[in-house]
């Protein structure tokens, strides 16, 4: 799919971010029938220009307004070399476990700066002026980690959700936050040979959220840490869902 405006690099919730529209959208239009807007949060050690080229590849509603922020934190990646990261990572408990063939269990763990991912992206979200059942939320890796947060916490459900590679955090008071969100439309993938974050975690998960009434469709893989085109057809058909705007009214 073509958009009609080249990418641009905007400031928004604080963040820099790179924003994209979809055909029959623009800054300042506000179509009848316009398209959500979906915010899409890179992975560990990326940055905003990761994902931004799914603009171009998921088949989402015209009008749909793509934002794909900068993670808030820098992290060294080697010589002269960074990423961006939403929470640090124990890269050292990290390797121990790849040469293990294990994986780490993150259900318990409550990195004190998602508070401050989360945040953010409340404010992102803030700044579009659109309510957020306008808005769909996914991300990838710890990207899908902050996008279950914000989902979960936020102050009214967003339009869906899509968690690629992520997995469950602070199971403690995610369990308890997931019934409040009954109905929400979820997607979510994961590859069976992902050496990073245990598919087993993954359905856990996937449990979880449709045990509280969330409504959800798993596409596991035979991939590892990845997004694969089954999961990105996944993704169009929720984003193909969403009806915004003056539509709504006629639904």
């Known amino acids: ?26 800054p300042g239009e506000a179509a009848v029938g316009e398209g959500p807007i979906a915010v899409i949060l890179h992975g560990y050690g990326a940055d905003m220009t990761d994902l931004a080229p799914l603009s171009q590849v998921l088949d989402a509603p015209p009008g749909t307004r793509w934002i794909f ?8 990646l080697g010589p002269y070399w960074s990423g961006r990261a939403w929470f640090p990572i124990d890269m050292a408990a990290l390797e121990r476990a790849m040469q293990s063939g294990s994986h780490r ?20 979200c803030a700044e579009t002026g659109r309510p957020l059942d306008e808005i769909v939320l996914g991300g990838f890796s710890q ?6 947060e914000v989902a979960l916490r936020a102050p009214q459900a ?12 602070q199971e403690a008071v995610w369990r308890p936050l997931a019934p409040g969100r009954a109905g929400l439309r979820f997607v979510q993938s994961h590859g069976r040979g992902d050496p990073l974050l245990a598919f087993e975690a993954a359905e856990r998960l996937h449990q979880m959220l449709g045990d ?8 596991g893989f035979d991939g590892a840490h990845e997004i694969p085109e089954a999961a990105l057809d996944a993704a169009s058909a929720l984003l193909r869902t969403i009806v915004v705007g003056a539509a709504k009214e006629g639904r």
């Open 105 to 124: 269990d993150l259900s318990g763990a409550a990195p004190a700066e998602l508070d401050a991912a989360r945040e953010a992206i409340f404010s992102v």
């Open 69 to 76: 922020p900068n993670a808030p934190i820098t992290v060294p």
């Open 1 to 26: 799919m073509t958009a009609v405006m080249q990418p641009r690099r905007i400031r928004i919730g604080g963040l820099d971010a790179i924003e994209v529209y979809g055909p029959g959208g623009g």
């Open 212 to 219: 509280a009434g969330l409504e959800g469709r798993f596409v």
């Open 158 to 169: 967003p339009a869906g959700l899509v968690i690629w590679s992520g997995t469950l955090l």
């Open 143 to 148: 990207g899908a980690m902050v996008a279950t």
